[in-house]
């Protein structure tokens, strides 16, 4: 997917573990284990706001575009 | 009302139905043709190919009901729109194309042999139509149950 989600960056950044995560956005483990592993279809922006919240950053820190030819 | 119970209570229209056809397919038709024999002597060689016939037509309502049994045993478990189940929806339809195609075949036969008491003719008009409105129903149906099942994947890997 063009979308990458650079959630474990962050988490890494910011010392945290999913669990830690998980507890202040109130989204369950394997939920944000699947936003974090790519094989999320979406994010809603009330999550999106709970994750820039909880790991004090941007949106643009948590999402990058990759067009199809400069996938890793 | 609770899905289980809706589920309990759709197995048991299943389960009589069911009942209902083996009873019309393994008792109802011998009957009746007996008391048709008794009536026109002449019509006696016809017994055994109608009592199979009304076999060959239980078979694919049976199955169909077997598949029902499934689609309903999904439901408790909030598995109702899966792909799964568009396929089992889809395959009912062929089945009740199937089904129609017997009936259709039964009917040309009537009237080329010149049988066409008035009651048996409405009898088919009537299995015609319902087998048209069957397969039709369950091939929205199973093209309905698709495209929920693809919005339910999409709503759940939605974060």
């Known amino acids: ?72 | 009302m609770k899905p289980t119970t809706a589920a309990v209570l759709l197995k048991t229209v299943l389960a009589v139905s069911a009942l209902a056809i083996l009873l019309v397919a393994c008792w109802g038709v011998p009957q009746y043709m007996e008391h048709v024999t008794y009536v026109r002597p002449s019509l006696s060689p016809w017994v055994i190919p109608m009592i199979a016939y009304g076999c060959l037509i239980a078979i694919p309502v049976l199955l169909a009901i077997g598949l029902l049994w499934r689609v309903f045993g999904t439901i408790p478990e909030n598995g109702a729109f899966s792909m799964a189940n568009a396929r089992r929806f889809r395959i009912i339809a062929w089945l009740a194309a199937g089904d129609l195609a017997l009936v259709l075949a039964l009917a040309a036969f009537l009237l080329i042999s010149g049988v066409t008491p008035a009651f048996i003719l409405l009898c088919l008009i009537a299995a015609v139509y319902i087998g048209v409105v069957a397969v039709i129903v369950f091939l929205v149906l199973g093209a309905l149950v698709r495209n929920a099942a693809q919005l339910k994947q999409d709503n759940e890997l939605t974060i």
Do not use: H, W
């Not at chain 1, 507890?23 to 483990?29: A, D, F, I, L, R």
């Not at chain 1, 999106?48 to 067009?67: F, I, R």
């Open chain 1, 1 to 72: 997917m063009p979308i990458n989600v650079t959630l474990d960056i962050m988490l890494a950044r910011r010392k945290m573990s999913l669990n830690e995560l998980s507890e202040k956005v109130g989204v369950t483990p394997s939920n944000l284990s699947i936003l974090k592993t790519g094989k999320a279809k979406g994010v809603r922006f009330s999550t999106l706001e709970k994750l820039c919240a909880a790991l004090a950053c941007q949106p643009a820190n948590l999402l990058e575009y990759l067009p199809e030819e400069e996938k890793p």
